[in-house]
């Protein structure tokens, strides 16, 4: 999925690990969390602090952030969207998924987007319920004041989240090796009474579908009413016109959702 320009208000920032910072006016279209009393989650040494619930695509949702993260991600917050109620899910569920973070910067009233540069889709499992960004900003980025993450002890959070579905549509073609040609004969009675446009066929069968086959007699087709109707062509015969449809067929589609 290609990055929404809605993100890029401001000059993109991707780092080493693929990771993509920009900036944005626009808010979190689908959650935003706030913690106040921010300092407290260091100070106490709160390990991670969980979002109340939020539906998108479907399924339920909740923010996780770490104030530490992994070994790697020491001097880092970090923030992973996690799946919950996975028991309510059928059996061997998945959902394929790309998704953006926000802080909000409160002094100039912008929104700092996180997301992966090439727009990778995660896929959630039973072994897998958490994505995210193990270094979601760094703890000297965010308790800087200039930069308006933490204001008032307060801090904004939010998310974007994207669920691929597939619409199970599509169809099969097996190509015949072999093909099968039928015919079909009908004759055609009183070419020169007839007011109707197109005149068609009995229905008649080809494989096991239905078929039908037409001539058309109106204004576009009159040079073929001409040859049709010359004598010397003997196409009619006492105002009777017999066709012959000959049908080739070469393959077999088979619809999926069928």
Known sequence: ?????????????????????????????DYTFQIKNFSVLFEAEVEKCESGQF????????????????????????????IINQSTLSLGWEANVTFRFFVFDQIR????????????????HNLKTEWGFAQ??????????????IVDDSCILG???????????????SMIKQPQTNYFSWRVDNLDERKDKYCFSDEFSVEGRKCSDVV??????????RDLKDPSNGYLVDDALFVECKIDVISEVKDFSG
């Open 1 to 29: 999925m290609e990055l929404d320009n809605a993100c890029h208000s401001l000059p993109a920032d991707i780092d080493t690990n693929g990771v993509v910072r920009s900036s944005r006016d626009l808010p979190p279209a």
């Open 55 to 82: 539906e998108v695509g479907g399924y339920n949702w909740r923010l996780v952030l770490k104030t530490n993260g992994k070994k790697n991600s020491k001097n880092h917050i970090s923030l992973y969207l996690a």
């Open 109 to 124: 009233n912008k929104y700092l987007c996180i997301q992966d540069a090439d727009g990778s889709v995660r896929r959630f």
């Open 136 to 149: 979601l900003l760094s703890h000297d980025t965010l308790n800087d004041p200039s930069n308006g993450y």
């Open 159 to 173: 998310a974007e989240v994207f669920v691929i579905k597939g619409s199970g549509r599509g169809v099969c073609l």
């Open 216 to 225: 058309g007699l109106d204004a576009p087709t009159n040079w073929f009413l």
